[in-house]
C-alpha cells in the first residue's frame, strides 16, 4: 500500500503539442493517501485511462513525475511498480481452475504453496468464490469470472495501489448493485490504496471515499461525493452529478447581487462578484413552489418515483425542479423560489469566490 503523488503531470499524444487541445490530460498536482478509495469520474475521451497507465506505469508521461511513498518511479516499468489491474473485460484462464487462477499472480513471484493456499482461500472467501475453488474458470458466468480477476488483484498483499478500470461495464445491470457493494466491503477489509476509472456517477459515488471529476484533460474538482454534489466548483460537476443536474441560468450581477428574471436573487457568494453576465446554479432540489418567488409555467411533469421532475419556463429560461409525492402543482400562475443557501454564482463555468461553502 502506498500513498500515491502526482507531481505537475501533463501528457500529450502529438510530438510537439502547442495549443490547450493537443493535451490529453492537462497539468494536474494531486496526493492520494495510502488505503484511500477514490473514483476517476468523467466523460468519455476526457483522460481516464490516459491517468491511470501513467499511474501504472504503461504510459510516460510527456512532463512530470510519480511517486509512490515519496519515491519517484515515473521511469519505472508496469512489474515495477507492484499494481494490481482489474480491467473491463475478466482476464482470466478458461482451462485453469478458479484456484489456480486466484493462485496465478503469487506463484508467478515465487510465492510458497502453503502461503499461496492462505492467501487463496482469504481471497476467494472475500469473493465469494470459495464454493467453485475446484471449477474451471470456463464454467463461470461473466460476474463470476470479473470476482476472479478481482480476487487476482486483491490476492497479493506487496501491492502499491489496485487500479480499477470500469470494472462492471460487462456485469449484467441487477448484479451490477451487488458487486458495486462488494467492491466497498472489500476496501473496507483490506484497506489498500485503489482507485476506480468509471464514466458513471453512481459507481464513482458508492465506491470512493473521494472522487476526481475530470473534463477535457482537466481535473475539475476532487471531493467527497456529498461535497460536489452541495458546492460544485464548475458547473460541469453541478451538471454531470445528480440526477437531473443542476440548473445552469444566465444571469447579471450588479452591486454584488444577481439578477435573474428580473428578480433580485439571494445567492451564497455575491458579494464581492464584479459587475456582468454570470451563470446562477441552483439543483432541482432547491427549487420550490413559493407564493411571493418569480413568475413561472410549469410545462411538463414526469414521475421519478418518490418525486416528480418539473419542467419549468422561467423569463428567458428552462429549468427542473424536483417535486416531492403530494406536492400540488399549479397548472398556471406558479411562482418559484430557489434555496439562498444552495444558489451560488458561477462564471466562464467556475464558482465565483472558489470554495464557497454555504
Ligand atoms: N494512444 C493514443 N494516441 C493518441 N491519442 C490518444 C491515445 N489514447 C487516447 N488518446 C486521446 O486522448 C484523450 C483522452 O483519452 P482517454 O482514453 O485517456 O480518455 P478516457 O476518459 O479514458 O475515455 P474512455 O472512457 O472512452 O476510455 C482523448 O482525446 C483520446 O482520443
Redesign the pocket.
Known amino acids: 500500500m502506498a500513498k500515491i503523488n502526482l507531481s505537475g503531470l501533463a501528457h500529450s499524444?502529438m510530438p510537439n503539442p502547442s495549443s490547450d487541445a493537443d493535451w490529453?490530460?492537462k497539468e494536474l498536482n494531486l496526493e492520494w493517501d495510502d488505503g484511500g478509495a477514490y473514483a476517476l469520474l468523467?466523460?468519455?475521451?476526457?483522460?481516464?485511462?490516459?491517468?491511470?497507465n501513467i499511474i501504472s506505469g504503461l504510459l510516460t508521461p510527456s512532463h512530470g513525475a510519480v511517486l509512490f511513498d515519496d519515491v519517484e518511479v515515473t521511469a519505472l516499468p508496469p512489474e515495477q511498480r507492484h499494481i494490481a489491474q482489474v480491467f473491463q473485460f475478466p482476464v482470466v484462464y478458461d482451462t485453469m481452475t478458479v484456484y489456480d487462477n486466484l493462485a496465478f499472480p503469487l506463484r508467478n513471484r515465487g510465492v510458497a504453496e502453503d502461503i499461496v493456499r492462505k492467501r487463496v482461500e482469504e481471497v476467494a472467501e472475500m469473493t465469494d468464490l470459495s464454493a467453485t475453488l475446484s471449477k474451471r474458470a470456463s464454467g463461470l458466468t461473466a460476474d463470476g469470472k470479473q470476482k476472479i480477476s478481482l480476487g487476482r488483484g486483491l490476492v497479493r498483499e506487496d501491492v502499491n495501489a489496485i487500479l480499477f478500470d470500469?470494472p462492471l461495464t460487462v456485469i449484467d445491470p441487477h448484479l451490477k448493485f451487488q458487486l458495486r457493494s462488494k467492491l466497498k466491503e472489500l476496501h473496507h477489509r483490506v484497506s489498500n490504496t485503489m482507485i476506480y476509472?468509471t464514466?458513471d456517477q453512481t459507481e464513482a459515488l458508492t465506491f470512493a471515499d473521494k472522487v476526481v471529476v475530470?473534463n477535457v484533460?482537466e481535473v475539475v474538482q476532487i471531493g467527497t461525493p456529498e461535497e460536489l454534489f452541495e458546492v460544485p466548483q464548475h458547473t460541469f460537476v453541478g451538471h454531470f452529478i445528480g440526477s437531473p443536474g443542476m440548473n445552469v441560468l444566465p444571469c447579471t450581477v450588479e452591486n454584488g447581487e444577481a439578477i435573474f428574471a428580473g428578480r433580485r436573487i439571494e445567492a451564497v457568494n455575491a458579494a464581492g462578484v464584479s459587475p456582468g453576465q454570470a451563470e446562477l446554479g441552483v439543483r432541482p432540489e432547491y427549487v420550490t413552489f413559493a407564493p411571493d418567488g418569480l413568475d413561472a409555467r410549469v410545462t411538463r411533469v414526469s414521475d421519478a418515483g418518490r418525486f416528480s421532475v418539473a419542467d419549468i419556463e422561467c423569463g428567458a429560461s428552462r429549468l427542473k425542479m424536483l417535486v416531492r409525492e403530494g406536492t400540488e402543482i399549479p397548472a398556471e400562475n406558479a411562482r418559484i423560489a430557489f434555496d439562498p443557501s444552495s444558489t451560488r454564482l458561477y462564471r466562464d463555468g467556475w464558482l465565483c469566490g472558489r470554495n464557497a461553502a454555504s
Do not use: F
Not at 468523467?42 to 491511470?52: D, E, H, I
Open positions: 499524444y490529453a490530460l468523467g466523460p468519455s475521451g476526457c483522460g481516464k485511462t490516459t491517468l491511470l470500469e476509472v464514466h475530470m484533460g
